[in-house]
């Protein structure tokens, strides 16, 4: 079961969820916006005005558009976790040497959030930053099932075998399926640290033939084994935030 707030705020709630709505659409007007998420035109108007003062958000004529200043805060957040930290690096490694695509994924409320990619086509739309619902892409299921005892409830839309995949992370770490509804197969499996807590995943693309297939099944239980031995050991990376920041364009 996913995190509830003993006393959810509110107006932080919709502050999010206009953010949320303006990155959907790209640019929005409060009437838009306030049909679209149920509110009234004077709070979606209260809230824009706040995020506008504080730089979040441009007015462009009656439409409002979200600024680059939350891009400082996201690169901070991916520079911060150790996750992409442990992982980064190793991920482009092995997708180089098996030419083939591989995603990292976090953990973020009830989705995943592809926190870096490599080797991956330019048609795939799984840049950094993408998020696919837990139970809606097998990155997501893995990171689910192997952060909770309890199973996906019956009624979360998923398409996969959520007690067969459980199955296969007992038995090997890791699971086989499409990577979601709107891409080709791969191997994920979920990154765990010394306490058993789960901070995302890596998914890595399977190409065609059983030979290549196996092998990078095998590469993925390598990876997963060497991302998890750097949490272990609370290995640290030499690169700066400035270096980070710059390797993320694109």
């Given at each position: 079961m996913e995190y509830e707030a003993n006393r959810r705020v509110e107006a932080s709630a919709r502050t999010f969820a206009i953010l949320e709505r303006l990155c959907e659409v790209d640019s929005a007007?409060?009437?838009?916006?306030?049909?679209?998420?149920?509110?009234?035109?004077?709070?979606v108007h209260n809230h824009l005005s706040t995020l506008r003062e504080l730089g979040y958000v441009r007015?462009?004529?009656?439409?409002?558009?979200?600024?680059?200043?939350?891009?400082?805060?996201?690169?901070?957040?991916?520079?911060?976790?150790?996750?992409?930290?442990?992982?980064?690096?190793?991920?482009?490694?092995?997708?180089?040497?098996?030419?083939?695509?591989?995603?990292?994924?976090?953990h973020a409320a009830d989705d995943c959030t592809v926190v870096d990619a490599a080797g991956l086509p330019s048609g795939a739309d799984l840049g950094v930053g993408t998020t696919l619902p837990l139970t809606e892409s097998l990155v997501g299921l893995v990171t689910l099932i192997a952060g909770s005892a309890d199973e996906p409830p019956a009624d979360a839309g998923t398409a996969y075998d959520s007690?067969?995949?459980?199955?296969?992370?007992?038995?090997?770490?890791?699971?086989?399926?499409?990577?979601s509804p709107d891409h080709g197969g791969c191997v994920a499996a979920p990154?765990?640290?010394?306490?058993?807590?789960?901070?995302?995943?890596?998914?890595?693309?399977?190409?065609?033939?059983e030979q290549a297939r196996q092998r990078v099944t095998e590469a993925t239980a390598s990876l997963r084994d060497r991302i998890e031995a750097r949490f272990d050991s609370g290995w640290a990376d030499e690169r700066s935030f400035a270096t980070e920041k710059h390797s993320w364009v694109g």
């Open positions: 007007g409060v009437s838009a916006l306030a049909a679209d998420l149920e509110m009234s035109k004077g709070i007015k462009l004529g009656d439409d409002y558009q979200l600024t680059p200043r939350l891009l400082g805060q996201g690169l901070r957040a991916r520079s911060n976790a150790r996750l992409h930290r442990y992982a980064a690096d190793l991920c482009s490694e092995v997708a180089a040497h098996l030419t083939t695509g591989v995603v990292l994924c976090q007690a067969g995949i459980r199955a296969n992370l007992d038995a090997d770490g890791y699971a086989t399926g499409p990577l990154i765990l640290d010394a306490d058993g807590d789960c901070h995302g995943s890596v998914g890595v693309v399977l190409p065609a033939g």
